[in-house]
């Protein structure tokens, strides 16, 4: 077993950890005030290599391996996390996913210019009346000779105004639950096909959220992405992958959140003596400390798996179950350290606290996680 990372790994690192620190970190709370995505930044990340790390070098990507990538999201969720949740869904729920399921012709067309931060893809799964249970969903896809026409709404999609592609996923036989379900890529420009902005999130406030309106969508039969019928099954590989990008960047946050308790506890000063000397001061610090170490090796390990090609749904739902509970934990102690002062925007911390929020709630719930965990141990599903 070796925990040390390689030379690559470090050099990536070293080199996302500066430019995060120089053009993201400090920028951060302009772009959550403004509900700004910063597209200019995004474009030198994609001209540093950085959004493609873990894309193919045939498809304009580094080629990096799992590691890599959760170093990335890691580093970007220390600044950003709205910046890391673009790069979960351009990368993880989108290109890969075209990478697992796509024609050739799908994936040159879409993957590239994604991977060079050139391109923004979604990812439609949840609806109105369908979250955790995406097999209940109601939108459908209606074969009508070479093209399908969809109709429909997507609720509350990252990206849904932004995106230049959109993975749908649609019933084409809506007796067949799961089995029904059917993925498709539709362009921007389809008639019939249109975002709604959603504002006033709690949280990742710099990130486009929105619905999807489909409404007699024309989409071709080419624009289907994988066989008819198994989309729930690109769905769940999409999911795969987010979730350990989204636990990565939980990580980073937690991190960021501790590096700021920590400064503090070295400077502010209380009963004669730096709060940082107080027991029970260093006791938040050390709870955080000892977490992010157990959400970072959970990370590594699901990463490990995955460089393999080995199943590693189980390994990534405990990562990103951990993460996303660790990560609140993480900002509500940090707070804690900071007093009083935590509770303005004086510190970054009031919007890491926001932000953090979301990481319980998206890619499967808490609960859920819980579940596909508990039917991996005893091999009965909840959900059935
Ligand atoms: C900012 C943001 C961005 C998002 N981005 C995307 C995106 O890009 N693409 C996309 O498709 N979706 C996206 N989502 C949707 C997100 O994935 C869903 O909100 C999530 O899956 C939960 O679904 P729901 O909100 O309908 O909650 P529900 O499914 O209604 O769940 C409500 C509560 O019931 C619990 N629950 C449900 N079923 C069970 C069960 N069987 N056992 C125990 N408890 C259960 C849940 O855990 C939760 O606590 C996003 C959401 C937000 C807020």
């Keep these: 077993m070796d925990f040390a990372l390689t030379e690559e790994q470090m050099a990536v690192q070293k080199m996302v950890r500066e430019f995060v620190a120089k053009e993201i970190t400090p920028n951060a709370k302009q772009w959550d005030i403004e509900e700004k995505f910063p597209l200019n930044v995004w474009h030198k990340l994609g001209d540093l290599g950085v959004i493609g790390t873990a894309i193919p070098e045939d ?3 580094s080629g990096m391996d799992y590691i890599c990538h959760a170093i990335v999201a890691e580093e970007l969720g220390y600044g950003c996390s709205s910046m890391r949740g673009s790069y979960s869904v351009n990368i993880s729920l989108v290109a890969k996913t ?4 796509g024609t050739a012709e799908q ?4 993957v590239p210019p994604i991977a060079l931060g050139r391109s923004f893809g979604c990812y439609g799964l949840t609806e109105p009346d369908s979250g955790s249970n995406a097999a209940g969903m109601k939108s459908t896809a209606e074969k009508d000779g070479d093209y399908y026409v969809l109709s429909g709404n997507k609720m509350w999609i990252t990206h849904a105004d932004v995106s230049d592609v959109s993975i749908v996923f649609a019933k084409t ?3 067949a639950g799961a089995r029904g379900i059917t993925a498709f890529l539709v362009d921007k420009e389809t008639s019939g096909f249109t975002p709604q902005p959603i504002h006033e999130k709690i949280g990742l406030r710099a990130q486009d959220t929105g619905e999807l309106i489909m409404d007699g969508a024309r989409v071709h039969k080419d624009q289907m ?3 008819e019928g198994k989309g729930f099954a690109v769905a769940m590989s999409a999911l795969d992958n987010a979730r350990y990008t989204v636990a990565a960047g939980c990580v980073g946050t937690a991190q960021a959140a501790l590096d700021i308790a ?3 506890a070295r400077e502010r000063i209380q009963f004669d003596k730096p709060i940082g000397g107080h027991q029970l001061v260093q006791q938040l610090i050390a709870n955080m400390v000892m977490e992010i170490e157990m959400g970072r090796m959970l990370v590594w390990r699901a990463g490990w798996l995955k460089n393999q090609g080995a199943p590693n749904t189980r390994e990534t739902c405990m990562a990103k179950y951990f993460c996303s509970e660790m990560v609140n934990r993480a900002c509500f102690n940090a707070m804690q350290v900071l007093g009083g002062y935590s509770f303005s925007g004086e510190y970054p911390l009031e919007r890491m606290y926001r932000d953090s929020r979301i990481n ?3 890619e499967g719930t808490s609960q859920i996680q819980q579940l596909i965990i508990g039917n991996a141990e005893l091999g009965i599903s909840a959900f059935v």
């Design 59 to 61: 498809y304009e990507g």
């Design 98 to 101: 075209i990478l697992k399921w």
């Design 173 to 175: 036989d809506k007796n």
């Design 360 to 362: 319980t709630l998206y």
């Design 107 to 110: 994936k040159q067309k879409y």
């Design 262 to 264: 920590k400064n503090y």
């Design 225 to 227: 992405l994988g066989p």
